[in-house]
């Protein structure tokens, strides 16, 4: 697996996955005590779907950016993956597992930084004002967190895409059409 490959996946997951990166910056969307649990909810799912899709597309983002012969161009990875998890459905199971480790390594680091850098302060103001907000938001800490979060996400997508890719060549015997 070269390394440069594996950034030029990663630099194309960062650009692909970029409304993953507008919903995290949103504390309204993705922490209950910015919004209301309705918005949280809204949140949740949107954060599942461009997770789920981000995965399903990871091949084709792969195939844009670092195309291969023998069916791992644009409009063809995706096929290539579904052939993949029917002939070697342990070896693509096992990228996936490795790709969901990641993105837990990434959530594990995310908590670690929000308790050093907190992102949430109970608000002062409350005791003077029962109408006023609970909690105060400070943005800064939590955009560092949201960005941590992001880069460990499209890490983990990344590596994933890269693996389908790999597996895809080892199969076809194939080489690399660009590297």
Do not use: K
Request: proline share 6%; with cysteine; aromatic share 8%.
């Amino acid at each position: 697996m070269s390394f440069r490959i594996l950034l030029r996946h990663w630099l194309a997951c960062l650009i692909c996955c970029l409304p993953l990166l507008v919903l995290l910056l949103i504390p309204q969307l993705m922490r209950s005590r910015a919004g209301s649990g309705e918005l949280l909810m809204v949140g949740t799912t949107l954060l599942l779907a461009l997770l789920i899709a981000a995965f399903i597309l990871a091949p084709e983002i792969s195939a844009r950016f670092a195309p291969a012969r023998d069916g791992w161009e644009p409009g063809s990875a995706l096929r290539s993956t579904r052939q993949l998890w029917r002939r070697r459905p342990g070896a693509t199971s096992a990228a996936l597992i490795v790709a969901v480790v990641i993105y837990a390594a990434g959530q594990l680091l995310g908590y670690a930084l929000a308790e050093l850098v907190p992102y949430v302060t109970e608000n002062p103001g409350r005791l003077s004002d029962p109408d006023a907000a609970m909690w105060t938001i400070r943005y800064p800490a939590y955009a560092l967190q949201a960005l941590v979060l992001y880069i460990s996400t499209t890490g983990a997508v990344a590596v994933y895409a890269l693996r389908l890719r790999t597996l895809h060549l080892d199969l076809r015997g194939g080489a690399p059409a660009s590297a």
